[in-house]
Nanobody
Framework: QVQLLESGGGLVQAGGSLRLSCAAS????????MGWYRQALGKEREFVASIGRSGGSELYADSVRGRFTISRDNTKRSVYLEMYRLKSEDTAIYYC????????????WGQGTQVTVSS
């Protein structure tokens, strides 16, 4: 089992930035592929970004590419999402996700952290 705990959400003005963190416990962190998803009110959960076990293989949704950066620190068992030039449409609950395989379904989910971007 893996437990995921997100932090860093909040209220920010459009054009601002935020850094989300996700701390993992349970299974060895270095075997986990990590990702971020988000769900806006009334919409389905959508993929934001993912990163491979050793920190490479970054993938981004088209809507955030060039504005968001995913990274990880295996020594701290944490993954991060740095968000720049935020837009009102980035408002959502952001979820951390993990899986023990390089591809496939996400096995573990955090509780989420709210990001609100005011225009």
């Amino acid at each position: 089992q893996v437990q995921l705990l997100e932090s860093g959400g909040g209220l920010v003005q459009a054009g601002g930035s935020l850094r989300l963190s996700c701390a993992a416990s349970g299974r060895p962190f270095s075997i986990l592929t990590m990702g971020w998803y988000r769900q806006a009110l009334g919409k389905e959960r959508e993929f934001v970004a993912s990163i491979g076990r050793s920190g490479g293989s970054e993938l981004y949704a088209d809507s955030v590419r060039g504005r968001f950066t995913i990274s990880r620190d295996n020594t701290k068992r944490s993954v991060y999402l740095e968000m720049y030039r935020l837009k009102s449409e980035d408002t959502a609950i952001y979820y951390c996700a993990a899986r023990s395989t390089q591809v496939g379904r996400w096995e573990y989910w955090g509780q989420g952290t709210q990001v609100t971007v005011s225009s």
